[in-house]
C-alpha cells in the first residue's frame, strides 16, 4: 500500500477500505473477524501521531491507517487502551452504586464491546501475501495464513487492525506450543493444539469432569460402547474418552475451523481411526450409548464469531441439544451435559428453568458431579463480574430419557 497502486483489484463481493493518500484515492481489501463494516472516515498516521489525539480521533469513529514503525504502533495501542480504561469520576460513582449481577454483565459487555470497537480503530497494511511494509514489523505470513487462508495474490493487499493481527498471532503460538491436558496422559502426547477461532481447552474442570466420572457399562447386545460428542471443538473430550477406553466416538461441529482443528489434533494423538469428525448441526446420524455435551455457558448474543464459543443466543445449542438427546440416544443410553451455573449467578437462567427444560424434554437427572473453577478471574476482585465468577460451579449432568 505505500507507494502502490491506488486501487487494488479486489472480487465483487469483497468489501473494501477506502481513503485519500498522496491526493490519490486508495483502496484494499477489508479484513475483520467480527463482520465490522470498513470504516467510512480514515486518516493516516505514523510515529508523530501522539496518543490524546489518536485516542480523540478513535472514539470519535475516525480509523487510523498506520505508516509509522511497527513497534511505535504497538506502544500507541497500549497508551489507547491506558486512555480507555481511565473511567471518569462520574462513571465511576453512577456504577458503585448497587445494581443486579444481570445489568452489571450487560454494562460490562456494553462497555467492553465499546473499548474494542475504540482500539480497533488503529489499522495495519499487509501485502498481498501477507507481509507487513512496516518498518520493523514481525513476519506474520503463518499466523495470516492459519485465519485468513492461503494467501491469494489476485486480491491484493488488504488491511486489519493491529488488535486483530495480535489475536491472530498469539493463537498462533497457542497452536504451535498446545495445550497440555493432563488426562490425555504423559507429555509430550498430551498437548491439543488450538487453531485461530477454535475456543482453547484452558479451563481443565470440565475436562476433569469428563476424565473421571464413571462410563456407562457396554449395554446388552453391544460389542463396544459408541459416543457422540456434540461440539467438539478442538476435539479435547473426544480424545479423552478415546483415552479412557471408549471404542468409538463421532465427533460433531458446525465450525469448519473446528472441524480440521479436531481432525487435526485427533490425528497427532493417533486417534483418527477412533474418532469420526463430521459437520453437522448438533447430532450426526443414528444413536449412541453416550452423548456429551459442553455447549456455550452464556444464554447472551455473541459480538463476534469468535464469541460463539463462549455465548449462546437464546439458550439455542442447549435447547437443541436437549430436544434431540432422546432421539438419538439407544435404550438405557446416558447424556452428559457440561455447563457451568455462571449464567444462573448473573441472573441469565435459573435453576429451576433448566430443570424444567430437562423434564419437558423427557428427561431426567441421573447424578450431578461438581467442580470448582480453578482459572484466575475466580480471585481478581477487580473483575466486574467478581461476585458471580467466585460463586460459580461447573457441573457435568448424567442425563437418561424418563
Not at 496518543?51 to 505508516?67: M, Q
Not at 462520574?90 to 456494553?110: G, I, N, Y
Not at 496422559?185 to 485461530?196: A, L, Q, S, T
Not at 456429551?292 to 447472551?300: E, F, M, R, T
Request: charged share 25%.
Amino acid at each position: 500500500m505505500p507507494n502502490s497502486s491506488p486501487v487494488s483489484a479486489l472480487p465483487s463481493t469483497a468489501q473494501t477500505i477506502n481513503w485519500t493518500e498522496a491526493d490519490l484515492p486508495c483502496s484494499a481489501l477489508w479484513r475483520s473477524e467480527r463482520g465490522a463494516p470498513p470504516p467510512k472516515k480514515v486518516m493516516l498516521a505514523d510515529d508523530t501521531t501522539n496518543a490524546d489525539t489518536a485516542y480523540r480521533l478513535a472514539c470519535e469513529g475516525t480509523s487510523l491507517l498506520w505508516r509509522g514503525d511497527f513497534q511505535n504502533a504497538k506502544q500507541l495501542l497500549k497508551a489507547l487502551a491506558r486512555r480507555a480504561d481511565q473511567v471518569p469520576a462520574r462513571k465511576r460513582k453512577k456504577a458503585s452504586q448497587e445494581v443486579s449481577l444481570a445489568d452489571a454483565f450487560h454494562l460490562h459487555r456494553l462497555s467492553q464491546s465499546q473499548r474494542a470497537r475504540m482500539l480497533g480503530q488503529l489499522l495495519i497494511p499487509f501485502n498481498a501475501d501477507y507481509s507487513i511494509p512496516l518498518r520493523r514489523a514481525p513476519d506474520a505470513k503463518v499466523a495470516c495464513s492459519e485465519a485468513w487462508g492461503t494467501a491469494d495474490e489476485s486480491q491484493g493487499n488488504s488491511v486489519a487492525s493491529l488488535r486483530e493481527l495480535l489475536g491472530i498471532t498469539s493463537a498462533h503460538e497457542w497452536r504451535r506450543v498446545g495445550v497440555e491436558i493432563p488426562a490425555l496422559g504423559e507429555p509430550p502426547h498430551n498437548r491439543i493444539h488450538p487453531h485461530y477461532g477454535v475456543f482453547s481447552p484452558v479451563r481443565g474442570e470440565y475436562i476433569h469432569l469428563v476424565a473421571t466420572v464413571h462410563l456407562p457399562k457396554k449395554l446388552a447386545g453391544q460389542t463396544s460402547l459408541l459416543v457422540f460428542d456434540i461440539g467438539t471443538g478442538t476435539g479435547v473430550l473426544s480424545a479423552v474418552l478415546v483415552r479412557r477406553g471408549v471404542d468409538q466416538v463421532v465427533a460433531t461441529d458446525q465450525d469448519p475451523r473446528a472441524i480440521a482443528c479436531a481432525k487435526d489434533n485427533l490425528e497427532r494423538l493417533g486417534m483418527k481411526d477412533k474418532v469420526q469428525v463430521v459437520q453437522a448441526n448438533l447430532f450426526p446420524e443414528g444413536r449412541a450409548a453416550l452423548i456429551v455435551c459442553n455447549p456455550p455457558w452464556l444464554p447472551a448474543r455473541p459480538s463476534s464469531p469468535l464469541e460463539h464459543s463462549v455465548y449462546d443466543e437464546g439458550g439455542r445449542m442447549l435447547s437443541g441439544f436437549l430436544k434431540g438427546l432422546t432421539s438419538h440416544l439407544v435404550p438405557k443410553g446416558e447424556g452428559w451435559l457440561i455447563l457451568s451455573n455462571l449464567a444462573e449467578h448473573l441472573g441469565l437462567r435459573t435453576r429451576e428453568e433448566l430443570l424444567a427444560a430437562f423434564e419437558a424434554n423427557g428427561l431426567k437427572v441421573v447424578s450431578r458431579i461438581d467442580a470448582k473453577p480453578l482459572h484466575p478471574k475466580t480471585a481478581d476482585t477487580t473483575d466486574a463480574l467478581h461476585d458471580a465468577r467466585a460463586k460459580e460451579v461447573t457441573s457435568l449432568w448424567r442425563l437418561a430419557a424418563i
